[in-house]
């Protein structure tokens, strides 16, 4: 019995021989290099050639809210008061276009009065009511008409057609007014064309013949350039 046993053991210590045999061995886990002062050592920070970790942008600093809220509001105040101030504007010269339009038949119904031989005239009466009618509705609209004869140049209600010379009248004034000017609510609804003084002819004359030489002198001298 004892012999049995043995040979079983035997065998048994030979199976497991061959299967250590059969067995491949793992390979070790890497380590630490032999030498840490080598300088390829990508651990080492002492190396030059190690790449440095890039740098993490600021954050932007956060915007003044209370600063944008403050100039937003005020934007939008001026906002609806421009607007309000458009829309008055608007409905206070909405009527400027048609009574623009009305204009040349009270400039043509005041030239047939002006011209009228015989002012006692029926027919001459009838315009003249008619004319009167016209103007007393232009104001009721708010439309007048002003005055230039005699007053300074003034470009912002006044056009000027001609300057010709005047004995009475002194230079810069109007002297002649060939179209009436008109204002709707303060505004200038129609610019009057106007002539204006160029002074007394004696003057106006002198003036001429003193630019005239300072003329020629100047396409001679352009001349003999």
């Known amino acids: 019995m004892q012999f049995g046993r043995d040979r079983r053991h035997k065998r048994y210590r030979k199976l497991e021989e061959a299967e250590k045999a059969e067995t491949p061995e793992k390979p070790e886990a890497p380590g630490k290099p032999d030498n840490p002062d080598n300088p390829e050592t990508p651990d ?31 934007d939008f105040d001026n906002f609806k008061k421009r607007t309000a101030r458009d829309r008055e504007d608007t409905y206070r010269y909405a009527e400027s276009d048609i009574l623009r339009d009305i204009l040349p038949v009270v400039d043509n119904l005041a030239l047939a009065l002006s011209s ?6 029926p027919f001459v009466k009838g315009v003249r009511l008619v004319y009167d009618t016209l103007l007393g509705a232009l104001k009721d609209h708010g439309a007048e008409p002003f005055e230039s004869v005699g007053q300074p ?17 002194a ?15 303060g505004k200038v609804l129609r610019a009057a064309q106007v002539v204006v003084s160029a002074g007394k002819p004696a003057e106006a004359a002198e003036e001429a013949h003193a ?12 001349k003999s350039e």
Request: hydrophobic share 25%; no cysteine; proline share 11%.
């Open 153 to 169: 140049l003034d470009t912002e209600k006044m056009e000027a057609i001609a300057h010709l010379p005047s004995d009475t009248v």
């Open 44 to 74: 080492n920070p002492d190396n030059p050639e190690t790449p440095e970790k890039p740098e993490s942008p600021e954050k932007p600093a956060d915007p003044d809210w209370k600063d944008l809220y403050t100039r937003l509001l005020a």
């Open 211 to 222: 630019e005239q030489p300072a003329a020629n002198s100047e396409q001679t001298t352009a």
């Open 116 to 121: 009228a031989k015989d002012r006692d005239e």
């Open 171 to 185: 230079e810069g004034v109007v002297s002649n007014e060939a179209k009436r000017g008109w204002t709707l609510k």
